[in-house]
């Protein structure tokens, strides 16, 4: 088995088992989509054959995908996304604002998130452009209804620079390092 559909199908087992779990169901799980895993041909019926095998919710499973994904055969990706919606997969565009980021294209796509790069989120502080770029791509998302989601948020500064412009979602070492899933405290992740 590929470590792609290694990492979902484990992704989607631990879906399942939280699923299970009252205090736990509510959780969500992204993964992320490689653009070569996400062209294969077969990739919507390894998807929905995964969720069907482990009974994992469809709603609770976000895919990760980068913008250099729609650089070619982009109607085919929409499609694929598309497919995927119907069975309640839900998807985020990572690394915003770092590849071709389409306007055009991006209001074509059935997403729910933007995640906003960690090298702007950075600098965002010490770097007037890249609070700019961070402020519009907030503005951007809540105007086309998508949740934001800032990455590489390190310091308290940065999160509550990125709270008084309405980011409310973050992730970064400020909140955890790497860890284990059964190191997860449940407050932490409830």
């Known amino acids: 088995m590929a470590i ?5 199908e484990s992704a989607c087992r631990q879906l399942a088992a939280w699923a299970a779990d009252p205090a736990r169901r509510h959780l969500t799980l992204a993964v992320n989509v490689s653009p070569r895993q996400f062209r294969e041909v077969d990739f919507v019926e390894r998807v929905v054959a995964i969720l069907d095998a482990t009974r994992a919710p469809a709603e609770r499973l976000k895919l990760e995908v980068t913008e250099s994904l729609f650089l070619e055969e982009r109607d ?4 694929k996304m598309l497919r995927l919606r119907e069975r309640g997969v839900r998807f985020s565009l990572d690394d915003f604002g770092t590849g ?3 306007l055009s ?3 074509r796509l059935p997403l729910d998130q933007l995640k906003i790069d ?3 989120v950075r600098d965002l502080l010490v770097d007037e452009a890249s609070a700019a770029i961070v402020a519009s791509i907030i503005a951007l998302a809540r105007s086309l209804e998508l949740e934001v989601i800032a990455e590489g948020v390190e310091t308290e500064a940065q999160r509550d620079w990125l709270i008084a412009h309405d980011c409310h979602a973050f992730q970064g070492y400020l909140f955890s ?3 284990p899933l059964e190191q997860l405290p449940l407050s932490r992740i409830a």
């Open 76 to 79: 085919e990706a929409r499609a």
């Open 105 to 107: 294209y991006i209001k």
């Open 118 to 120: 960690q090298s702007f």
């Open 100 to 102: 071709y980021s389409s």
């Open 4 to 8: 792609g559909a290694w990492v979902l």
């Open 177 to 179: 390092r790497p860890l």
